[in-house]
């Protein structure tokens, strides 16, 4: 667990502080049933992620701007070109059924036309 006197944390922020009664807490809020061994090594789990948090929370990112990806997205995507399309008339020669120059699909849950 670190400590306020560990070099890799600043002078002016204190370790975390929870307790075994803590996580029993939690975990009868979670509705969880601990053995003594798990609430033990949950509590020296916890406190390291929340020191961690804390670690993160003290660093100065005043001069860093806001944003939403560590790194920046680009469209990899071709540029939208105009091509030619499909022929209509060949595109409908290759249709199951055809009806007054469209696909001709089944009627769905008897629908009225």
Do not use: K, W, Y
Request: charged fraction near 25%; proline fraction near 11%.
């Amino acid at each position: 667990m670190s400590s306020a006197g560990d070099p890799g944390r600043p002078p002016d922020s204190n370790p975390v502080s929870l307790s075994r009664h803590d996580v029993i807490h939690v975990a009868r809020l979670a509705r969880l049933t601990l053995s003594d061994d798990e609430v033990a090594l949950f509590t020296a789990q916890l406190r390291s992620v929340l020191d961690h948090a804390a670690d993160v929370a003290s660093l100065d990112l005043a001069h860093l701007a806001p944003s939403t990806r560590p790194i920046a997205v680009e469209n990899v995507l071709r540029p939208d070109e105009p091509r030619p399309g499909l022929d209509r008339g060949d595109v409908l020669a290759a249709a199951p059924a055809v009806e007054n120059d469209r696909f001709r699909v089944p009627r769905i849950g008897g629908e009225a036309p």
